[in-house]
């Protein structure tokens, strides 16, 4: 298996090294593995003037053409996807088979975006003789793009496939602490024949990245995924200068547990997705509501399955859940936990950090916890649970909706009117009912709230990096 990749930013469709770098720390034994180029003034300002041109190019190639390149750079992805996972598991710390799942869903993202580029539909408005309304959907131009470290090929995967479906270029600012993902995908397109400028990718400082690239007039739309607190300063920013963006933002999301579900096997799958990723997901099952009648079973079940977890370094087989990410997530869960427990709140398992080397931590399932914990408010991203008892549906979906956020619920139940009052009443962007799968190609994804704004995949996906342009043609000169 090849080492960790050598790492290079690529603007104008060339690769380049800086003087001054950053360490990649793998997470499961907190070995330095690589050095990313730390982007400067002058690198971001030809990455930018290289979008400006790359668009150009982009937005007169034609649709179909746009979607085999995209497809193209998909196969290269699908195949060398060991390669791929390799790199992911050294930088992330997620187990093999999960990193490579994940450059399968990755290339998956792309599929979908280039099966949209060709139908970006406008319309004809009925108008009366002698005049044609036309409604046109145009590339809106080049992009700002910032992904996160928690998926490191699928999160860039999913913003460039939104941008080069629809026309634009982009300059991706890749999450520094997983930098391979975005690499690979800019091997991807490069091999696959992309034209120079078209996507660009850096790394470096975010603060200075995102303050440069935004207030550039080349930019017309800033794509993020991240955290809230840093959504909303890119939104300021973007504010400044009028551009759009699409905000991919921090999730809390609420599973409602209903008395006449099948309590083990939801307990089951709970789980096993509340403690995928070690819980560094922005659909992450957290806050679980489930009625009393049921409670204490489906809590003995979530608490043995999530006890059974098999943690360890994700290059071992075996392994389903590997580190947390870095160092800062590892401190923040623990803090959390310490709140929960100091608030009352029970721990039914895990608890606390694995050794001393090492992003390590149990899986931890809390129980009982009071609404005033900070962990009912803020999202842990890491491998916690937290199983509150509730009285009847109204209470657990006024609890569910009193965070600020508003992106994945769930709902465990067979009845149809139980159904129809989360569809109705559940404050998020998306529910998923006896299934914890929030976020596919062909469904769109996003938040309400301080979830962010805008929708990534289904025919939605596009809807973002497209301006319309309604087009009034008479055929006589008034
Ligand atoms: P953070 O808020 O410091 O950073 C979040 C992401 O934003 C990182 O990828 C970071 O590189 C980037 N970032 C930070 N400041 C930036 C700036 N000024 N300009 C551009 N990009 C910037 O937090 P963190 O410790 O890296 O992650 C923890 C929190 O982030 C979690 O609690 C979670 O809410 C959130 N997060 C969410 C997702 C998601 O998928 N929605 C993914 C990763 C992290």
Redesign the pocket.
Known sequence: MNEYPELKLYIGGSWRTTAETLPVVNPANEAVIGQIPVADTEALDDALAAAATGFETWRTTSPGDRADLIRSAASLLRARQDEIAHSITLEHGKPFEQARAEVIRGAEFLEWDAGEATRTYGRVIPSGPGIRHIVHHQPIGPVAA??????PLS?PARKVAGALAAGCSLVL?A???TPAGALHIAEAFHDSGLPAGVLNLVFGV??D???RLISSDAIRMVA???????GR??TGLASDHMTTVLM????HAPVIVCEDTDVDAAAESSAIRAMRNAG???TSPTRFFVHESVFEQFLEGITRRSAATVVGDGMEPGVEMGPLA?D??LA?VVELIADATDAGGEVTTGGGRIGTTGYFHEPTVLANVPEHARIMQ????GPVAIVNPVDSLDTAIERANSVPYG?AAYGFTNRADYIDRMVDRVEAGNLSINTLEASLPETPFGGVKSSGYGREGGTEGLHHYLAVKSVSHSTTTA
């Open positions: 910032f992904s996160p470290w928690n998926f999160q600012k999450a520094e602490e975010p603060a990245i995102s303050q993020f995924t991240g955290s809230t607190a840093v300063h890119l991919e933002l921090g999730g560094q997901v922005c870095n800062r997530r923040a803020e999202e842990p991203f992106l």
